[in-house]
């Protein structure tokens, strides 16, 4: 069979959550035994996707060695290098990337995200030169901004850096203007949906490897719980799995949960069939080990649905201070992936529905959630993941705690952090900008009184 031809099924197998159909036609010749650079290039994106970081990165080298060049594929192999913590070579790879013609904002992200800039060794001019010649209207405008921003923090130039992540946030305010609308709109759909029969489990566990959820709103310490736990000798860090969604959306014959459609077929759907399709396609993710961990930050929206299908699973919740929760967000570059997260309005009424939601998963399935406090877990590592193990089935092992010692491959904003000893800078860092947050401290407080009061 033709290269291209097992690629465009590859396509089509991923698209529908048919993650173990896709990755047999991915080991299958032609394409698995091709040497061609294109095939490789393609089967490390493959890889990427499927969270085989450490793969794709050889497939990445396999291809350059073999000719393939350009800015594109630089950039590819940079953000490999960052993710499987090879970070001086990365920020070799990225800056060739920024400075090609036109420059790529990704590449000038993910550089920033690297290390922190310092007077003597930053790369500002190669950001002024690289806004100056991307359109107005481009991606890559708002993606430099953001790296600009972080560049102008690191370097304590307070005023600059709000300034660029000011403008930067309102161009892609712009391209999601609904989207925050739409999904406040789903969660009170989903709540009301979702009574105590809804979440109640169908049928009993059974005796494969079983998984652990982590979820929370992004940027809330997802990432540490999963350096941590995924530690454990029983445990294999798998990611951020899309798995379960596609599972769901499936039964549900819907493109998109947010959906009317979605919510409105809840009621009807075979969550047995649901759980038993979401383990078909990612029990190979856990290598030999009790537990695989599916750490997609925004199933908590589907931690009922998970909860009735999965009897099995385990669903650990981040709680982080809603200040730098929102502030973390507000500085995040998410593309177009979080549309809320580009507005204050928006992000506090966000932030809001996470609340409502998550209280409601508690009340209508008791003791199904541990939330694991963000500050507990820095402060008090050892405690709180004894805490978290003993909820997971785990006995409780020496040095879970120690992420720089975990060698795994990390693909998340937090890549570079996350290989650091754990450390509090991340506390109060909205402070800086004080005056300039007003609006959200406010909507957040009046959401707490809202709450408070019943309303």
């Known amino acids: 069979m033709d290269p291209g031809v097992l690629c465009a099924v590859v396509e089509a ?55 393939a060049t350009g800015a594109e594929v630089r950039f590819h192999h940079g953000v490999q290098l960052y993710f499987n913590g090879c970070l001086g070579e990365a920020e070799a790879e990225l800056e060739a990337s920024l400075r090609a013609d036109p420059p790529s904002g990704r590449a000038a992200l993910a550089l920033s995200r690297l290390r922190r800039q310092s007077p003597e060794d930053n790369h500002l001019d190669l950001l002024a030169e690289g806004l100056g010649q991307v ?14 921003y972080k560049v102008f923090e690191d370097l304590g130039r307070n005023e600059d850096a709000w300034r660029a992540l000011e403008l930067g946030n309102a161009l892609m305010h712009a391209r999601n203007p609904r989207e925050a609308a739409v999904q406040r709109a ?7 949906a979702c009574g105590e029969d809804a979440v109640k489990p169908r049928s009993e566990p059974d005796d494969g490897p079983q998984p652990i959820f982590i979820v929370g709103m992004p940027r809330s310490g997802t990432t540490v719980l999963e350096r941590m736990l995924g530690n454990h000798s029983q445990v294999r860090s798998a990611g951020e799995l899309v798995d379960f969604e596609l599972q769901v959306r499936r039964a549900a014959d819907t493109r998109r949960i947010h959906a009317e459609t979605f919510t409105g077929r809840i009621a009807d759907l075979d ?15 856990a290598r030999g080990r009790r537990f695989f961990i ?28 809603p200040m730098d929760v929102c502030f973390s967000n507000w500085r995040a570059f998410f593309g177009d992936t979080y549309g809320y997260s580009y507005d204050m309005a928006d992000l506090a009424a966000h932030h809001d529905s996470y609340r409502r939601t998550m209280a409601h998963w508690h009340k209508v399935m008791p003791g199904a959630v541990l939330d694991v406090p963000y500050e507990r877990l820095v402060r008090e590592p050892d405690a709180t993941m004894r805490e978290v193990s003993a909820f997971c089935g785990l006995d409780w092992e020496l040095g879970c705690t120690d992420m720089s010692g975990n060698a795994e491959p990390v693909a998340t904003l937090s ?18 900008y004080v005056v300039h947050l007003a609006p959200l401290r406010e909507a957040l407080r009046r959401n707490q009184v809202s709450e408070a009061s019943g309303s």
């Open 135 to 148: 359109p107005h209207g481009a991606m890559d405008k708002p993606a430099l901004l953001f790296a600009q």
């Open 186 to 192: 789903f969660l009170a759909r989903l709540i009301e």
């Open 294 to 321: 599916d750490k997609q930050p925004p199933n908590w929206m589907l931690a009922g649905l998970i909860h009735a299908a999965l009897p099995g699973a385990r669903i650990l919740h981040l709680v982080r201070d």
């Open 415 to 432: 890549a570079a952090q996350v290989r650091e000893p754990l450390h509090s800078r991340a506390f109060g860092e909205w402070q800086r």
């Open 13 to 67: 197998l991923l698209r529908v959550g048919e993650v173990a159909l896709a990755r047999e036609c991915l080991a299958r010749p032609p394409l698995a035994d091709s040497d061609e650079p294109r095939w490789l290039l393609k089967l490390a994106d493959y890889r990427q996707r499927l969270d085989e970081n450490a793969e794709a990165l050889r497939l990445i080298e396999s291809a350059i060695a073999r000719g």
């Open 271 to 285: 969550l047995d069939e649901v759980g038993r399709c979401y383990l078909a396609q990612t029990r190979w993710r």
